[in-house]
């Protein structure tokens, strides 16, 4: 079974930086990972997210030019730097993996993936 833990979380000035971390276990091989959000009464939201080789990256239209998303598979690792914060990116911040290397449907989609971690709060005051 595989396991996501994130990190990095917390509480920040709009303008801020943050660096989101996500640990993963149990993964017999890599695949599509990313990061979504979620704040209370609204859809999960497709942060970013990246290909099992690092290659390719999507992210939504609220954080193209602010957030990188980058893995380090010796490592098995997955982080998302957040710059330039804003109130609006306040949220529950979700590492996900997909279990199989090719993605079939919409990278963005919390559909297409499928194990998910407990997630990490990032609050951005104004």
């Known amino acids: 079974q595989v396991q996501l833990v994130e990190s990095g979380g917390g509480s920040v000035q709009a303008g801020g930086s943050l660096t989101l971390s996500c640990a993963a276990s149990?993964?017999?091989?890599?695949?599509?990972k990313g990061w979504f959000r979620q704040t209370p009464g609204k859809e999960r939201e497709g942060v970013a997210v990246?290909?099992?080789?690092?290659?390719?990256?999507y992210y939504a239209d609220s954080v193209k030019g602010r957030f990188t998303i980058s893995r380090d598979n010796d490592k098995n690792t997955l982080s998302l730097q957040m710059n330039t914060l804003k109130p609006e990116d306040t949220a529950m911040y979700y590492c996900?993996?997909?279990?199989?290397?090719?993605?079939?449907?919409?990278?963005?989609?919390?559909?297409?993936?499928?194990?998910w971690g407990q997630g990490t709060q990032v609050t951005v005051s104004s």
């Open positions: 990246i290909d099992a080789g690092g290659g390719t990256t």
């Open positions: 996900v993996a997909r279990a199989t290397r090719v993605m079939l449907g919409d990278p963005l989609s919390p559909d297409s993936y499928n194990y």
């Open positions: 149990g993964n017999r091989y890599n695949s599509w």
